[in-house]
């Protein structure tokens, strides 16, 4: 087990990460109060509830199982996590547990954000975009009809225990979705990073045990480190949406059902990049490696066919980092140096759309 702390004074804690942690870690040592609810869903439910459970069975231990999918992280399912915790006399020093991938660990964080105005919890992320990057760092939030994210509140876990088994049952297509969140660190800020990824590309994607469980190591150390610095993104945790501007007008034109988040960050980050191009600011070999390396993972670098440069800046302009009516974007200055900034030459802005849309 390799362990890591988010240094945040008196909310640090630890991430654990290790194969088989579900069924070996004292989960319930690190439980303060008597009750626990873990919460997931009916996908990960049968493959790994009764485990983590079992780990839990001398303290009042309640689940709730919730439908899979982005389409209920929503207000009325959170109602759900505060009904189970009300009907089986939750008080306000239990700790909830969510099992599962973002939208899970999103949800439940929320939940334990607003439960008698905020209780413990424990991420245990079973996906491996979870496990690198939303488990940690105490964003959580649901959706609203009308924008994703948009109802949320940042609310630490008390624990984050990452199991590196259960990446085992991951479709592949989840699992490159967590890897383009993985080359992010790469491209923002860890360039060594970067160059460790193309040269085990393929053992990652092949699920070579120990190269997907450095990847998870590293890309947990960037993003602690990160969030440790600037906890309620007033500066640099913007670097962290690298790629997401671009990719939040994809999966908003294609109604969040045909696109994953992680693939939409892929052809937004290849995006951001050739936009860097465009301004001089990057050399263009950074490109066409991006390119390459996500065609690797059957990850897309290509804007869904119908999509205009019109409609994107339509869409864009609803993005959070807008401030005072200027899109502010982030952007590389070289690989592992990237900045978030509204002073960029919109001309570029403009190129970059019309050559990714020009089919
Ligand atoms: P997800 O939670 O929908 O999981 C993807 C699918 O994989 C689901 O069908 C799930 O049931 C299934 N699954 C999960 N673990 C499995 C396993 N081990 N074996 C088999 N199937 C498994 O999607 P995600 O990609 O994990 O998360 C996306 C969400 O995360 C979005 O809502 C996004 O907004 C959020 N997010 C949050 C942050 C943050 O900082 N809080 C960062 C990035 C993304
Ligand atoms: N995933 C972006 C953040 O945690 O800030």
Redesign the pocket.
Known sequence: MRTLQVALAERSYDIHIGAGLLSTFPLADRVCGNQVMVVT?E??AP??LEALVSRLSHLQCDTLVLP???RF?TLDTLERIFDALMAHGHSRTTTLVAL???????MVGFAAACYQRGVDFIQVP??L??QV??SV?G???VNHPRG??MIGAFHQPNLVLIDTD??D???ER?LA??LA?VIKYGLIRDPAFYQWLETRSADLLSRDKEALSEAIYRSCLNKAQVVADDETEQGNRALLNLGHTFGHAIETATGYSEW???EAVATGMLMAVYMSAELGWLDRALINRLRDQLRAWKLPTAVPAPMTPAQFMELMALDKKVQNGRLRLVLLRALGDAVVTADYDPQALQRTLEAFCDR
């Not at 599962?100 to 999103?106: A, K, M, S, W």
Request: proline share 2%; no cysteine.
């Open positions: 869903n996908t990960i493959l790994y899979d999918g982005e992280k599962g991938g973002g939208v899970i660990g999103d079973t996906t975009l979870a990057d939303s760092g964003k959580t939030a994703k994210n259960v990446l049952t991951l479709p989840e979705a967590g969140e994953l988040h992680g």
